[in-house]
């Protein structure tokens, strides 16, 4: 084993824990298109840094950039979390207008850029995309971490994500710090979106969050099944798709591991069918 | 009796809207009473449950709960209880109905702590109360709606509050589901000498269970025994009168646009019940 293979398994399994965690309140608070919003808004944060960079070349630099990332990508799982949680506009649309606006942003930060220094801006391709190339150990290190961090709050906030999850407004009713809890499951989702765009890339990313906790909420109907399931596909999911990556190098190892947790959802979801269907026969 | 509930010269308007929706409210609700909130739609009936659960603030006038403002009493997780006007449908939501029970503890336990035994014995022990000890192990998607709704009441009372709100707990509920919903109930508020705050605009259920009765369409109307309802203002906010709507005595399945259309001859006459001249509500106090 390389070492860059066990960066590269370290991240994976890092992220696909992170988002295991966060996928279920995902899927039962229907945000399947949060992951979309944040993970573009990392794009418009590194359109920032292009532009700037035309300015001042001397931040020209990938790590500039990924910092662009990080604080756009923060802001905007805020400010999703703020008009969100105002009734006067809903989830879906606050996210919309984040996700458009951020690709604008990008898309003509790179036009300028592009048109101003002749050639593409770092990481253009790899926050589209994703990018294994050059893991560093450090990255690794800081995903594992981000992804300790997730975790242990998401299970520290277990009754609470629960309660909110089930119904915001009579959790909040009943004391359940429900706004705390809304917030907290924005920025660790911002968090571990930051991890994954290097991985999957901003266009990828929502299946990390998404396919997971379906795959989970079809196979249970019990909280503690339903998240063991969620984890364990997850990761299945991640060592899967670097699996396929270094047996076959064209295949990127984003949309790698998004077929092989699509591959388990569709085993699952046609399983349960065959299963209620043969219970339905049986019964009298 | 002690006051439970103190609501004074209570207004509140949205921000998006320049006239007030709630205007002039005063009312005292004594502890182990039953109210009967009553009025059309778009009364503020939901507006002033919101208002007691501190998810709106007043634009003037003052709540107090026990001694705490709204928000403190929610944030203590052991005085209100609530049951929502319309509780989500929980399919394929991963949890049991005897979890969902133990839910109600969440914000009296607090962050980063398990509930005590005592308080999840307690929760438990209102399966059996509410007749649904069968169903403790039952995925909450798999519940009728009546069945639910008596799952999300045992929720609310979960926690022992002092105040339970029931944001129209009936509705969706047949005649059976309603009278067996009123019965286990009242029956609940005997045992815990619950305060109920039961909010509907279905007058034969409110009537069947409430000690007093508050009539609001902005301010408010009318606040005594269901008995000396007068049937005129019953008529002006319903167009509807006393006996289409099952009290007094008569029971009649019509529906209030028929009874109106037919012409029952009452006449919105409510010399008692406009509010005084100055223009302020009616200053009820539950004691009568």
């Known amino acids: 084993m390389t070492l860059h293979f066990f960066y590269s398994l370290l991240t994976v399994v890092s992220l696909a824990t992170a988002c295991a965690f966060l996928s279920v309140p995902v899927v039962l608070r229907r945000w399947a298109f949060i992951g979309e919003g944040i993970s573009h808004a990392g794009f418009g944060g590194a359109g920032v840094v292009w532009l700037l960079a035309i300015i001042f070349p001397g931040i020209d630099h990938p790590h500039a950039v990924y910092s662009g990332v990080v604080i756009g990508c923060l802001l905007t799982a805020i400010g999703i979390a703020i008009l969100s949680r105002r009734e006067r506009i809903n989830a879906d649309a606050a996210i919309g207008i984040f996700l458009v606006t951020t690709l604008a942003l990008g898309f003509i930060a790179r036009s300028v850029y592009v048109e101003s220094l002749h050639h593409e801006p770092a990481w253009f391709d790899s926050l589209l995309f994703g990018q294994m190339k050059n893991l560093s150990g450090d990255?690794?290190?800081?995903?594992?971490?981000?992804?300790?961090?997730?975790?242990?709050?998401?299970?520290?906030?277990?009754?609470?994500?629960?309660?909110?999850?089930?119904?915001?407004?009579?959790?909040?009713?009943?004391?359940?710090?429900?706004?705390?809890?809304?917030?907290?499951?924005?920025?660790?989702?911002?968090?571990?979106?930051?991890i994954g765009v290097r991985v999957a890339g901003s266009v990828l990313m929502t299946a990390l969050l998404v396919v997971p906790g379906v795959i989970g909420t079809i196979l249970s109907r019990k909280w503690n099944v339903v998240m063991a399931i969620t984890v364990a596909s997850s990761i299945l999911g991640a060592i899967g798709?670097?699996?396929?990556?270094?047996?076959?190098?064209?295949?990127?190892?984003?949309?790698?591991?998004?077929?092989?947790?699509?591959?388990q959802f569709l085993l699952a979801y046609?399983?349960?069918?065959?299963?209620?269907?043969?219970?339905?026969?049986?019964?009298p | 009796m002690n006051t439970l509930v103190d609501i004074s010269n209570l207004d509140f308007s949205y921000p998006s809207q320049r006239t007030l929706t709630l205007r002039h409210i005063d009312l005292r609700i004594e502890q182990g009473r039953v109210l009967g909130l009553i009025g059309p739609n778009g009364s503020g009936k939901t507006t002033l449950i919101k208002l007691l659960l501190g998810l709106l603030e007043p634009s003037n006038g003052s709540i107090r709960i026990d001694n705490h403002s709204p928000r403190d009493a929610v944030k203590r997780g052991n005085i209100i209880g609530y049951l929502p006007q319309?509780?989500?449908?929980?399919?394929?939501?991963?949890?049991?109905?005897?979890?969902?029970?133990?839910?109600?503890?969440?914000?009296?336990?607090?962050?980063?702590?398990?509930?005590?035994?005592?308080?999840?014995?307690?929760?438990?022990?209102?399966?059996?109360?509410?007749?649904?000890?069968?169903?403790?192990?039952?995925?909450?998607?798999?519940?009728?709606?009546?069945?639910?709704?008596?799952?999300?009441?045992?929720?609310?009372?979960?926690?022992?509050?002092?105040?339970?709100?029931?944001?129209?707990?009936?509705t969706g509920l047949d005649s059976s589901g309603q009278k067996m919903f009123i019965e286990s109930l009242q029956q609940l508020r005997q045992e815990l000498g619950l305060t109920v705050v039961f909010v509907s605009h279905d007058l034969r259920a409110v009537s069947a269970m409430s000690d007093r009765i508050a009539c609001l369409n902005a301010t408010l109307h009318y606040h005594d025994t269901p008995d000396h309802l007068p049937a005129e203002l019953v008529y002006e906010m319903f167009s509807c009168d006393l006996e289409a709507m099952g009290i007094k005595g008569a029971v009649n399945e019509c529906t209030c646009d028929e009874q109106h259309d037919s012409g029952t001859g009452a006449s919105p006459v409510h010399s008692r019940l406009e509010p005084p001249a100055h223009g302020r509500g009616a200053h009820a106090t539950e004691g009568g």
């Open chain 1, 270 to 283: 046609f399983t349960t069918c065959l299963l209620s269907r043969r219970m339905r026969a049986m019964s």
């Open chain 2, 86 to 170: 319309n509780p989500p449908l929980p399919v394929n939501f991963p949890i049991n109905v005897k979890q969902l029970v133990r839910l109600g503890l969440t914000g009296k336990t607090g962050l980063f702590r398990s509930a005590s035994k005592g308080d999840l014995a307690f929760a438990d022990s209102l399966l059996p109360r509410i007749g649904i000890e069968g169903l403790a192990e039952t995925p909450v998607g798999d519940l009728s709606g009546g069945q639910l709704q008596r799952v999300l009441i045992a929720r609310a009372l979960a926690p022992r509050p002092k105040l339970l709100l029931l944001d129209e707990p009936t």
């Open chain 1, 241 to 263: 798709g670097l699996l396929i990556n270094v047996q076959w190098r064209v295949v990127p190892v984003g949309p790698a591991i998004v077929l092989v947790l699509v591959g």
């Open chain 1, 139 to 194: 990255y690794a290190l800081a995903a594992c971490m981000i992804s300790a961090a997730v975790t242990i709050t998401a299970i520290l906030l277990t009754k609470e994500t629960i309660a909110y999850c089930f119904d915001p407004i009579t959790a909040q009713a009943s004391g359940a710090r429900a706004s705390l809890v809304h917030y907290v499951l924005m920025v660790l989702l911002a968090l571990t979106i930051i």
